[in-house]
């Protein structure tokens, strides 16, 4: 048998377990209920900021419609606007254009009007230069540049400066250029022809032109001669000096007026007018000589005669 003391023991510490996990058991039960309070409570927390930032989304996704119309329309204005701009640009650029154009025309009718038009005409029995006809400007040349220093030869303004630089070319290549005649009055041409009449008859009439008909008189033709010739013209042709102006007399705007076969008078080597060197050029680049053209063809190249 159990002694009673024992059994006594027993029942008191099987009741303060009993008391114990009814203890526990309650005070878990509390702690749950609190929490579950307190997370039902952040749960409400939680939905009320939820439905302001619904409401805070639906403000601005209506804002950003209503910006994304007026955008549509901004859009709208711009293309039209940019349309317009394009327009007026256009319209601008022709207008420029066509002042542009009118500029240029107004400034090439002044050019041709300061630029004397019988400088390309045909002469040598084809035009006439009247006894009144003097050259806008006259210059003399340096008499480095000519034959006999003791006599003065003159020579169209614009025209020495090419003169200078094609005698200059040739003496750094070993070539003298010499000039033995240039301008010529219409008084003078009448007095040379004169002279020659008296002496070869109308003979002269083949290497010798009459007052008004000389190249001479419009102030942009000389007569070259070289070393060794004793300032004749004769026999030119054979010098170095010749074969020099055909290889380089067009870059500086001379051309050979009367070559072999020439319609007009006999073949004169000497003899280089000053016609620019845009035409002398396109001659040289065409085998052609200055009386080959038409005068039209020939009128074109007044525009740039010194440039």
């Known amino acids: 048998m159990l002694n009673v003391s024992k059994v006594t023991w027993l029942f008191v510490v099987i009741s303060l377990l009993a008391i114990a996990t009814a203890g526990y058991l309650a005070f878990v039960s509390i702690d749950q209920k609190d929490q579950i309070a307190m997370l039902l409570e952040e749960r409400n927390i939680f939905l009320t900021k939820s439905t302001a930032l619904e409401g805070e ?6 804002t950003i419609l209503t ?7 901004l859009t709208g204005d711009y293309s039209a606007l940019s349309e317009n ?30 630029t004397d038009e019988e400088l390309l005409q045909k002469y040598s029995k084809v035009s006439f230069l009247n006894e009144h006809f003097i050259p806008d400007s006259l210059s ?11 006599r003065e030869h003159y020579l169209h303004s614009k025209v020495v400066p090419y003169l200078e630089e094609m005698a200059e070319d040739a003496k750094a290549d070993g070539i003298d250029l010499w000039v033995v005649s240039a301008y010529r009055s219409f008084e003078y041409q009448a007095q040379l022809k004169g002279q020659y009449l008296v002496t070869y008859g ?7 032109a009459d007052q008004g008909f000389s190249e001479h008189q419009l102030g942009t033709a000389v007569d070259f001669t070289t070393a060794g010739r004793g300032g004749a013209l004769d026999g030119f042709e054979t010098t170095p000096a010749y074969a020099w102006l ?11 007026s009367y070559p072999e076969g020439n319609a007009y008078y006999v073949f004169e080597p000497w003899h280089w007018r000053f016609v620019g060197t845009k035409l002398a050029r396109d001659l040289k680049n065409e085998n052609a000589s200055f009386y080959d053209w038409e005068q039209r063809k020939i009128n074109e190249y007044l525009i740039n005669i010194f440039d």
């Open 57 to 62: 989304l639906n403000t601005a996704t209506t």
């Open 67 to 73: 910006l994304e119309t007026e955008l549509a329309g």
């Open 85 to 114: 701009y394009e327009g007026e640009r256009n319209r601008n650029e022709e207008f420029e254009g066509t002042i542009k154009e009118l500029a240029g025309t107004v400034g090439v009718l002044d050019k041709l009007s300061k």
């Open 140 to 150: 003399k040349i340096e008499p480095a540049n000519v034959y006999d220093e003791s």
């Open 202 to 208: 109308t003979g002269a009439n083949a290497f010798s």
């Open 246 to 256: 055909q290889e380089n007399a067009h870059d500086y705007g001379f051309t050979l």
